[in-house]
């Protein structure tokens, strides 16, 4: 408090110092002009007496210069005058002027011919003295003097000097009165800040930091920020202490970042994906960040955030390329950018015939045997080569200084990238993960191009799938379809010298324990959610899905519908909740089957709605996972109906919300996911009555039961999280042997 106050004090001294110099500056100007302002007015005066005396002194006429002198000496501004001849001797003068010294004529033509003039004093009278020559053609006739009051030149500086203190004093006295508001009001939030880092820092759980003027924004969000990471420290430290403590293995995102470390030996990461894990908006308000809704970010990044690695993706936003550098990167996350976004820029034309067209009309349906027929064009296939290769181009690039570099390429869009990177850089680590299933060999024998799909992702080291099935089927189309040999005692195939070994992975979400949002939803929230529907019911379920055909909506409302017929006693006292996504509705198909799904609801909903209460609330619109998880809490039951799934992340996502151990997952044996939550109700979305009573089974069913097969499904989901996904893909990457050396890569 006391150093405060002296630099308060040093501070205002300073400051009062540097006005009283300004001031004095000021003071000093303004006198300088107020003396040149009189002497202009007497030196014109002067000239006017010379032109008068001028002829008297040509000829000598020395009473005419007697008379004259003493009539113009009794002027307002004149106290006196005197005439000098040209050897300097005084011809005529007032009394006044004998006080002054007189000056030398000589001198006076030879330094001043323009005229002289000095400020002296008579007595304590300030007086003005000024001599200005005649001439007659170059000739010197005489010499006349003026002497002046200039007390009004001492009178206005001392008005200007009263002035400018009075002036001065009121702006210190602003300046202290505003210095020390600012230090109060600065002082005190200071003193609040320090005071909730403190807390913090010892572990006291606060509300978040509130500065009040709007200069501290700043500071707020870094404050806020660095707090939740030192909060995300700490939990994760107990976490651990904790693990160790009871000898348990569990993932966490700090082992992961550990893990990937060692593995990597402190090298990058390239990650390549459609899917960008920022984008840049322009809006209303200027630029703005989103965060797309991803499972993929969400398992990845924290791998990129340990290693500082290198995400290449289609930049989409349109405002991406205004925060890129020349070399189309930026460091993310925003915040506190930690790796390396780089954007790769396709045209309309390569989007449209390699993501719309080759990818989700082509791909997407022929691994999901969902009985939609997958659309196969020449120019799709066209352009989804030249993305491949731009995207080779991009990964090439950002991995050229780098020795052995590990690259994780990601889905479907991307089959043939893992051969064109290792043709060039053999060198190099690839692993590629197919997020969607892999159907038989029958069903993908169809695709004209199977041979240079599966030869473009043999080019990997790695091959990621959900699920053994997968696995397999992806062995069996290669041994049926090329010249390779495929091992399956250690599940890889071997061709043309180069080996592919083929692996499981199942993906999976955050540990339950780790969520943020983990906690139980309470009486109150569900009470608001069910008042939201418009009926306060008994039962409520809920469905979150994209508007794919491939995530059986239509079969799931048919299976309410029959639900309802079978227990009519649920008619107004059961309401689902469908959060319905719109998605890829530049597809024509996808679009039909958006307003197959709107017409059906509808129909149901007409047949049984009373008054305000309807069986299916259609929520068609993107939804944060904030407003997502809240259902899920209040949900007593949630209904996962995927006809075809690699995994179907909504039914993890579910059970990992549930910290109440409560609520049922109803999940179709055609998810991935059937594979490891046994203690979900599993179900035949094909089977509409089966459908109805493991809807009524739900319901139905006690709490203890309830808890014991959620207890359960929450341990499965805590143990195979994402991080262990991300740390075992990443493991197994490491584990493989390369090599070939750089130098033999053909560049």
Same mark, same amino acid.
């Given at each position: 408090?006391?150093?405060?106050?002296?630099?308060?004090?040093?501070t205002l001294a300073a400051l009062v110092a540097l006005w009283a110099?300004?001031?004095?500056?000021?003071?000093?100007?303004?006198?300088?002009?107020?003396?040149?302002?009189?002497?202009?007015?007497?030196?014109?005066?002067?000239?006017?007496?010379?032109?008068?005396?001028?002829?008297?002194?040509?000829?000598?006429?020395?009473?005419?210069?007697?008379?004259?002198?003493?009539?113009?000496?009794?002027?307002?501004?004149?106290?006196?005058?005197?005439?000098?001849?040209?050897?300097?001797?005084?011809?005529?003068?007032?009394?006044?002027?004998?006080?002054?010294?007189?000056?030398?004529?000589?001198?006076?033509?030879?330094?001043?011919?323009?005229?002289?003039?000095?400020?002296?004093?008579?007595?304590?009278?300030?007086?003005?003295?000024?001599?200005?020559?005649?001439?007659?053609?170059?000739?010197?006739?005489?010499?006349?003097?003026?002497?002046?009051?200039?007390?009004?030149?001492?009178?206005?500086?001392?008005?200007?000097?009263?002035?400018?203190?009075?002036?001065?004093?009121?702006?210190?006295?602003?300046?202290?009165?505003?210095?020390?508001?600012?230090?109060?009001?600065?002082?005190?939030?200071?003193?609040?800040?320090?005071?909730?880092?403190?807390?913090?820092?010892?572990?006291?759980?606060?509300?978040?930091?509130?500065?009040?003027?709007?200069?501290?924004?700043?500071?707020?969000?870094?404050?806020?920020?660095?707090?939740?990471?030192?909060?995300?420290?700490?939990?994760?430290?107990?976490?651990?202490?904790?693990?160790?403590?009871?000898?348990?293995?569990?993932?966490?995102?700090?082992?992961?970042?550990?893990?990937?470390?060692?593995?990597?030996?402190?090298?990058?990461?390239?990650?390549?994906?459609?899917?960008?894990?920022?984008?840049?908006?322009?809006?209303?308000?200027?630029?703005?960040?989103?965060?797309?809704?991803?499972?993929?970010?969400?398992?990845?990044?924290?791998?990129?955030?340990?290693?500082?690695?290198?995400?290449?993706?289609?930049?989409?936003?349109?405002?991406?390329?205004?925060?890129?550098?020349?070399?189309?990167?930026?460091?993310?996350?925003?915040?506190?950018?930690?790796?390396?976004?780089?954007?790769?820029?396709?045209?309309?034309?390569?989007?449209?015939?390699?993501?719309?067209?080759?990818?989700?009309?082509?791909?997407?349906?022929?691994?999901?045997?969902?009985?939609?027929?997958?659309?196969?064009?020449?120019?799709?296939?066209?352009?989804?080569?030249?993305?491949?290769?731009?995207?080779?181009?991009?990964?090439?690039?950002?991995?050229?200084?780098?020795?052995?570099?590990?690259?994780?390429?990601?889905?479907?869009?991307?089959?043939?990238?893992?051969?064109?990177?290792?043709?060039? =850089?053999? *060198? %190099?680590? !690839?692993?590629? +993960?197919?997020?969607?299933?892999?159907?038989? $060999?029958?069903?993908? /024998? &169809?695709?004209?191009?199977?041979?240079?799909?599966?030869?473009?992702?043999?080019?990997?080291?790695?091959?990621?799938?959900?699920?053994?099935?997968?696995?397999?089927?992806?062995?069996?189309?290669?041994?049926?379809?090329?010249?390779?040999?495929?091992?399956?005692?250690?599940?890889?195939?071997?061709?043309?010298?180069?080996?592919?070994?083929?692996?499981?992975?199942?993906?999976?979400?955050?540990?339950?324990?780790?969520?943020?949002?983990?906690?139980?939803?309470?009486?109150?929230?569900?009470?608001?959610?069910?008042?939201?529907?418009?009926?306060?019911?008994?039962?409520?379920?809920?469905?979150?899905?994209?508007?794919?055909?491939?995530?059986?909506?239509?079969?799931?409302?048919?299976?309410?519908?029959?639900?309802?017929? =079978?227990? *009519? %006693?649920? !008619?107004?006292? +059961?309401?689902?909740?469908?959060?319905?996504? $719109?998605?890829?509705? /530049? &597809?024509?198909?996808?679009?039909?089957?958006?307003?197959?799904?709107?017409?059906?609801?509808?129909?149901?909903?007409?047949?049984?709605?009373?008054?305000?209460?309807?069986?299916?609330?259609?929520?068609?619109?993107?939804?944060?996972?904030?407003?997502?998880?809240?259902?899920?809490?209040?949900?007593?039951?949630?209904?996962?109906?995927?006809?075809?799934?690699?995994?179907?992340?909504?039914?993890?996502?579910?059970?990992?919300?549930?910290?109440?151990?409560?609520?049922?997952?109803?999940?179709?044996?055609?998810?991935?996911?059937?594979?490891?939550?046994?203690?979900?109700?599993?179900?035949?979305?094909?089977?509409?009555?089966?459908?109805?009573?493991?809807?009524?089974?739900?319901?139905?069913?006690?709490?203890?039961?309830?808890?014991?097969?959620?207890?359960?499904?929450?341990?499965?989901?805590?143990?195979?999280?994402?991080?262990?996904?991300? /740390?075992?893909?990443?493991?197994?990457?490491?584990?493989?042997?390369?090599?070939?050396?750089?130098?033999?890569a053909v560049r």
């Amino acid at each position: 408090m006391r150093g405060s106050l002296r630099f308060l004090a040093l501070t205002l001294a300073a400051l009062v110092a540097l006005w009283a110099t300004i001031a004095f500056y000021q003071v000093s100007v303004e006198k300088r002009d107020l003396r040149r302002e009189f002497e202009r007015r007497v030196s014109a005066l002067t000239e006017g007496l010379v032109d008068v005396a001028k002829p008297l002194l040509e000829r000598d006429a020395l009473g005419d210069i007697r008379r004259i002198v003493q009539r113009h000496s009794n002027q307002e501004r004149i106290l006196g005058m005197a005439i000098y001849d040209a050897e300097g001797r005084r011809i005529a003068a007032t009394e006044i002027e004998k006080l002054v010294q007189p000056l030398d004529a000589l001198a006076l033509i030879q330094e001043r011919p323009q005229g002289i003039g000095e400020l002296v004093r008579a007595g304590d009278k300030p007086l003005y003295w000024f001599a200005l020559p005649v001439y007659e053609a170059q000739r010197l006739l005489g010499v006349v003097a003026v002497v002046s009051d200039a007390s009004e030149i001492e009178a206005q500086g001392r008005r200007v000097m009263r002035d400018t203190a009075l002036r001065t004093g009121a702006e210190v006295l602003v300046l202290i009165a505003v210095v020390l508001i600012v230090r109060s009001n600065v002082a005190g939030q200071i003193q609040h800040t320090a005071t909730w880092i403190r807390s913090v820092r010892a572990g006291v759980r606060m509300p978040p930091l509130r500065l009040n003027h709007a200069v501290f924004r700043p500071l707020t969000r870094e404050v806020t920020d660095l707090a939740k990471s030192l909060d995300a420290a700490r939990a994760q430290a107990e976490e651990e202490a904790r693990l160790r403590d009871a000898n348990e293995s569990r993932w966490t995102a700090e082992r992961l970042r550990v893990s990937v470390r060692a593995k990597l030996q402190n090298s990058p990461l390239f990650v390549v994906a459609n899917r960008e894990p920022y984008m840049h908006v322009l809006g209303e308000s200027g630029v703005s960040v989103l965060v797309p809704a991803s499972g993929l970010v969400t398992a990845m990044e924290p791998v990129l955030l340990a290693c500082d690695g290198t995400w290449v993706a289609h930049g989409s936003g349109n405002a991406d390329r205004t925060v890129t550098d020349e070399h189309d990167r930026v460091r993310v996350p925003p915040d506190h950018p930690r790796y390396t976004l780089r954007r790769v820029w396709l045209s309309a034309e390569e989007e449209q015939g390699y993501y719309q067209g080759l990818a989700n009309e082509g791909l997407w349906p022929l691994c999901h045997i969902a009985h939609t027929r997958p659309t196969f064009r020449p120019d799709d296939w066209q352009q989804y080569r030249i993305v491949n290769r731009k995207f080779a181009d991009a990964v090439l690039d950002e991995m050229d200084a780098t020795d052995q570099p590990a690259v994780l390429v990601q889905d479907y869009h991307f089959a043939l990238l893992p051969r064109l990177l290792k043709a060039r =850089r053999p *060198d %190099a680590r !690839v692993a590629i +993960f197919w997020h969607i299933p892999w159907p038989n $060999p029958e069903a993908f /024998g &169809i695709c004209p191009w199977q041979d240079e799909l599966l030869d473009g992702l043999l080019g990997a080291d790695l091959i990621g799938f959900h699920t053994q099935f997968h696995c397999n089927n992806f062995l069996e189309t290669v041994e049926r379809s090329l010249e390779a040999r495929v091992e399956w005692e250690r599940f890889a195939v071997s061709r043309n010298g180069h080996t592919t070994e083929v692996r499981p992975f199942p993906i999976s979400v955050a540990a339950p324990d780790d969520a943020s949002d983990a906690s139980p939803a309470g009486p109150a929230e569900r009470a608001s959610l069910r008042r939201e529907l418009g009926a306060d019911v008994l039962a409520l379920g809920i469905g979150v899905d994209r508007v794919d055909y491939t995530k059986g909506l239509i079969e799931r409302f048919r299976g309410i519908e029959q639900f309802l017929e =079978r227990y *009519d %006693a649920f !008619v107004e006292q +059961f309401t689902f909740v469908q959060i319905a996504a $719109p998605s890829r509705t /530049g &597809i024509d198909r996808y679009a039909d089957f958006l307003r197959s799904v709107e017409a059906e609801a509808d129909r149901i909903n007409r047949r049984f709605q009373r008054h305000s209460w309807k069986p299916i609330v259609l929520l068609g619109r993107h939804h944060s996972h904030e407003e997502i998880t809240r259902w899920y809490r209040a949900a007593d039951f949630c209904l996962v109906t995927s006809l075809h799934d690699g995994m179907n992340l909504v039914a993890k996502e579910f059970v990992a919300s549930r910290a109440d151990e409560d609520g049922v997952l109803i999940l179709s044996t055609f998810a991935g996911a059937a594979r490891e939550l046994h203690d979900a109700i599993i179900v035949n979305p094909y089977d509409i009555g089966a459908l109805a009573d493991a809807i009524h089974a739900a319901i139905d069913m006690g709490r203890r039961e309830r808890t014991a097969r959620m207890r359960r499904m929450r341990q499965v989901v805590s143990e195979y999280n994402v991080y262990r996904w991300a /740390g075992n893909l990443i493991s197994e990457l490491c584990r493989i042997r390369v090599d070939t050396p750089r130098k033999a890569a053909v560049r």
